[in-house]
């Protein structure tokens, strides 16, 4: 048998999920036949594979030993890869809203190179707000993500409960997010409507002007905040997000984002030196959250990113 207790972020965990993460390759069905012959247990009582766990709750399995993690000798801890310093520009006890300067990865990948989690979990375990060794089935994690090239705002949840209802939030359209960026040319102010086509195999979408089977409709609001001979810089307001929204709608327009290697102007890109594209995520406003979420205290606010370097990337370009 073994025991465990939830903790905080196992609060509202279904328990067949639970049972599944602190468990090695147990079969489903022998799963389920725990449950029928009450070998799963919450709080002493028989378990059923829908119990919500609740923050102390003390779970029993009366399953084989086989079916659970070795606890091998431990081995040489590796030297951990070195992050850079997280800066947060909203913080509480749920969660964080982190910078991301442009080029630094979000999640890891094959090259190795640092990450924005794995620099927010560093940041964490620094201010004992996480421990990986004590978590059963959580780690610190983004709620959305940007490409390498762009900078801006990211959200970072601290516990599961957070992490569900960030998404929620984002999945139900709760939350708009406002972006900067330097244009070729200075795109028609207003609200532009059309449908995107995306095309899986190169990751890269086309947008046309009439709906279609397959298309997706996009709707974008420009504001051209300054303009000054070959550039501009504007303000891009998301009403719907797509794949690449952004970058294809305003190319499409016929001023596309500056440094847009997919979708944008080669000569002009080639003149300026620029290989990534001059975008910012730079405000998150969240509409009317409900109260059955934990993150409702949100409702109405807006987190801004101040001085973002973009607008220092205008005025070199507009200065030279």
Known sequence: MKSFTAGP???????????EEVTHQLPRSMMYKAFRNKRIKVN?????????????????????DEFFPAHPSTPKPKAPRKQPPVTIIYEDENFAVLYKPAHLLCHSDRTGDPNLVDAFSAYLQAKGEYDPHAEKRFAPALCNRL??????LVLAAKSYTALRDLNAIIRDDMMKKEYLTITVGAPTAGRHIAWLQHNETNNKVRIHARAGDGYKQIITDVTVIRQSGP?????IGLITGRTHQIRAHLA???HPVLGDIKYGNRKMN??????TQALCAQRLRFGRIPEENSLHYLSGRAIKLD????????DRLISE
Do not use: M
């Open 307 to 314: 001085n973002p370097e973009i607008v220092k990337q205008f």
């Open 9 to 19: 972020n196992e609060n509202d965990v279904r328990l067949s999920r639970f049972v």
């Open 231 to 235: 550039f501009a810089l504007c303000r």
């Open 252 to 254: 499409y327009l016929g």
């Open 147 to 152: 490409d390498r090239g762009t900078e801006g």
């Open 44 to 64: 002493g009582k028989r378990g059923e594979p829908d119990t919500r766990l609740r923050t102390g709750d003390v779970i029993e399995l009366y399953i084989n």
């Open 270 to 275: 080639e003149r300026t030196g620029l290989k």
